[in-house]
């Protein structure tokens, strides 16, 4: 491993074979729990590290994802944390840029339940919703076949078209 200065959370970073998520929040490095890999705030920008056991060691896919509504500042955090990252892992890992929608098949196959695009993200103000919050009420707009995507769009009608599938969340009723 490199020496200097480093996020705190790097010395966490690919010490095992397997995924390990982290989305910028106020321009800080913060871990995604296992619970909600696959679910993007289309406001955030994220690092997404897949490790491989290999005969000599491990080897690293890095990733760091924007969604369409992340500001400027999280993409250059995200964009900034990747290259200390590859620095802290001795400049093994090999660098993705992935944008919302136009992800590389590399990366959708990280997340074998698909992809969930959540409305809001931190720098919005928004909370984010808890998956388990039994009362919130949601539209998802499901597109995909291969690598399914669920994007979720204001409750309205609206949102809605005569080609494509959704999902209507009510909640408890």
Known sequence: M????????????????????????KLELVAVPESAYGDFYVGDAYLVLHTTQASRGFTYR???????????DESAAAAIFTVQMDDYLGGKPVQNRELQGYESMDFVGYFKGGLKYKAGGVASGLNHVLTNDLT????????????VRATEVPLSWDSFNKGDCFIIDLGTV
């Not at 890095?62 to 400027?72: D, I, S």
């Not at 539209?139 to 690598?147: A, E, F, P, S, T």
């Open 2 to 25: 490199a020496q200097g200065l480093y996020h705190e959370e790097f010395a966490r970073a690919g010490k095992q074979a397997g995924l390990q998520v982290w989305r910028i929040e």
């Open 62 to 72: 890095l990733h760091f994802w924007l969604g369409k509504e992340c500001t400027q």
């Open 136 to 147: 919130t009420q949601r539209l998802l707009h499901v597109k995909g076949r291969r690598v």
